[in-house]
């Protein structure tokens, strides 16, 4: 019932920069968390950055500085900007959008397909 769409990733030199977007669609009224994750080959998916509906954003440490997590809560998409990209960068970056469901009690979870970002050395 409800989809996220990623886009943005490509392939980028070191030190550029990329901006990934995520577009959810269906009959949802209000995402409270939407937030990144991204998996590299042969490693866990690991958590990059969230932002809440008013606007509160968290980051992993290897990020901050770099990157920059935002959301049209309207459009119900989110962002990530990232900037001076390393090599270490390079992973699938999957879109996450967290619903309170209050008539049911509980969190409903979305994910995106993924997108691919490379950082070139």
């Known amino acids: 019932q409800v989809q996220l769409v990623e886009s943005g990733g490509g392939l980028v030199q070191a030190g550029g920069s990329l901006r990934l977007s995520c577009a959810a669609s269906?009959?949802?009224?209000?995402?409270?968390?939407m937030g990144w994750y991204r998996q590299a080959p042969g490693k866990q998916r690991e958590w990059v950055a969230t932002?809440?509906?008013?606007?509160?954003?968290n980051y992993l440490d290897s990020v901050k500085g770099r990157f920059t997590i935002s959301r049209d809560n309207a459009k119900n998409t989110a962002y990530l900007q990232m900037n001076s990209l390393r090599p270490e960068d390079t992973a699938v970056y999957y879109c996450?959008?967290?619903?309170?469901?209050?008539?049911?009690?509980?969190?409903?979870?979305?994910w995106g397909q993924g997108t691919q970002v490379t950082v070139s050395s």
């Open positions: 996450n959008a967290k619903i309170w469901m209050a008539l049911a009690g509980k969190w409903d979870d979305y």
């Open positions: 269906g009959s949802i009224l209000s995402i409270n968390v």
């Open positions: 932002v809440t509906k008013g606007g509160s954003t």
